[in-house]
Nanobody
């Protein structure tokens, strides 16, 4: 079993930056594919970014490409999402997710573990 705990959310003005973190429990973090998803009010959960177990491969949703960067520190069992040039459309609850097989998938059904989420609100 893996537990994921997100942190770093908050209120930021448009154009600003935030760095989200996800701390994972368990001894096999370095085997997991990790990802960030988000869900805005009234909308379905959507893919944001994913990273392979060794960090060599990443993927991003088109809406965040060039603005967001996903990274991981396997020694600390953490994954980060650096967000810049934030807009009001980025307002959502952001979730960290892990899959046991190491995929960098954009599909929610391929992830085995989820955090509770952290709220990101971008004001105009």
């Amino acid at each position: 079993q893996v537990q994921l705990v997100e942190s770093g959310g908050g209120l930021v003005q448009a154009g600003g930056s935030l760095r989200l973190s996800c701390a994972a429990s368990g001894r096999t973090f370095s085997n997991y594919g990790m990802a960030w998803f988000r869900q805005a009010p009234g909308k379905e959960r959507e893919f944001v970014a994913a990273i392979s177990p060794n960090g060599a491969s990443t993927s991003y949703a088109d809406s965040v490409k060039g603005r967001f960067t996903i990274s991981r520190d396997n020694a600390k069992s953490t994954v980060h999402l650096q967000m810049s040039s934030l807009g009001t459309e980025d307002t959502a609850v952001y979730y960290c997710a892990a899959n046991r097989v190491g995929w960098t998938s954009s599909l929610t059904r391929t992830y085995d573990y989820w955090g509770q989420g952290t709220q990101v609100t971008v004001s105009p």
